[in-house]
């Protein structure tokens, strides 16, 4: 099956410094690639997602960059604030319309002020 | 976004009990529920795969005569812990394919489980 590493486990920025995770998976039938954020006991809620057929993708402050022939993808947040504080979850789905996803292990973002 | 809707959001049980959590698509039919499992500063794992109308698939050692699920309807799925115990206690988390909305995933707000 599918597997997807996340690095890194954390990660703390000053704030307006720019924060990057990312991450990597196996199975090369994987097509589409969302992020996550949680804030804790909360419910993960999608920032920003890319398909296979798409390179980078960006949302205001937040990009994500795929590298498909390298198996891989990341979360780019830039000039980043305190609320954007919380754990971030990549994750792959290996396509079909089924769209269960594998999660990578998360990342716990601290902003510092 | 689509709401997808989790009840109970806190619940504690006594050993031995079952407990009941309901995952609801609020403006949206999801054909497609999923069922996850989250420990303390864990990712999330994913239990079982809940199709509407037809028996759930389960993830590799899950065992599914003790966390039931139904799919009764294109707007709700549950899951039952039958006979909890304290290694039950958890955050549980489901999340709803929209079909017609580019089968974005969105998540329930989770429940949380005691089990004393």
């Known amino acids: 099956g599918e597997n997807v590493e996340q690095h890194p486990s954390t990660l703390s920025v000053q704030e307006g410094d720019s924060a990057v995770i990312k991450c990597t998976y196996s199975?090369?039938?994987?097509?589409?690639f969302p992020w996550y954020k949680q804030e804790l006991g909360k419910r993960p809620q999608l920032i920003i997602d890319?398909?296979?057929?798409?390179g980078e993708k960006k949302d205001q402050r937040i990009a994500v960059t795929l590298n498909k022939t390298a198996k891989h993808f990341s979360l780019h947040i830039t000039e980043t604030q305190p609320e954007d504080s919380a754990v971030y979850f990549c994750?792959?789905?290996?396509?079909?319309?089924?769209?269960?996803?594998?999660f990578g292990s998360g990342t716990q973002l601290t902003v510092l002020p | 976004g689509a709401v997808v809707s989790q009840h109970p959001s806190w619940v504690i049980c006594k050993s031995g009990t079952s407990v009941k959590i309901e995952c609801r698509s609020l403006?949206?039919?999801?054909?497609?529920m999923f069922w996850y499992r989250q420990f303390p500063k864990q990712s999330l794992m994913l239990m079982a795969t809940s199709n509407e109308g037809s028996k759930a698939t389960y993830e590799q050692g899950v065992e599914k005569d003790k966390f039931l699920i139904n799919h009764a309807s294109l707007t709700l799925s549950t899951l039952t812990v039958t006979s909890a115990h304290p290694e039950d206690s958890s955050f549980y988390i489901c999340s709803a394919r929209d079909r017609a909305g580019g089968n974005t995933i969105y998540f329930g707000e989770g429940s949380w489980l005691t089990v004393v």
């Open positions: 890319i398909r296979s057929n798409v």
């Open positions: 199975d090369s039938a994987s097509n589409y």
């Open positions: 994750a792959a789905s290996m396509g079909g319309s089924a769209r269960q996803l594998t």
């Open positions: 403006d949206f039919q999801a054909t497609t």
